[in-house]
């Protein structure tokens, strides 16, 4: 008789153990999948490119797009200039011919150059004078804010 009570407490602290296992396991789910289950967001912008500004080089055969991305909270903004192709798309990976803290300003100069004024003396990751037969010149203005 004493082997049932002891063997009832034990299922009684198994079943209170899986209960309680079960409810966190549940707890858990619902933070990882608040987006999916309640279209929770913490921010719209992280990971999301927002292009700002959009430009056909003079004979219409590359374009150069510039963008803002945000990796999260403890990041800040990167500006990206990317050269394309006038039919391809923005893929959402950084730039391919300049990315930076710093915001910039850019024109075509001729058909196959562009000049890139940077405004703000900031973290500079790459800067690549050339992409495809695209030559790109750099002028680092820090006097004033966005033009």
């Not at 909270?73 to 011919?97: E, F, Q, V, W």
Request: proline share 2%; aromatic share 14%; glycine share 8%.
């Amino acid at each position: 008789m004493h082997l049932i009570k002891g063997g009832e407490k034990m299922f009684k602290k198994l079943r209170y153990m899986i209960y309680l296992f079960i409810l966190t396991a549940l707890i858990c789910i619902s933070f990882f999948t608040k987006d999916f289950l309640f279209g929770f967001r913490e921010s719209e912008d992280i990971g999301k490119l927002t292009i700002m500004s959009e430009k056909l080089s003079p004979d219409s055969k590359n374009k150069a797009v510039s963008f803002r991305s945000n990796a999260g909270a403890t990041t800040a903004y990167g500006y990206h200039l990317s050269i394309l192709k006038p039919h391809r798309r923005l893929k959402n990976m950084g730039g391919n011919a300049f990315l930076s803290y710093s915001e910039f300003d850019f024109e075509w100069v001729s058909d196959n150059e562009i000049l890139v004024t940077v405004r703000e003396n900031g973290h500079i990751f790459h800067q690549h004078s050339q992409v495809g037969n695209v030559n790109i010149t750099y002028v680092h203005d820090y006097r004033g804010g966005p033009r």
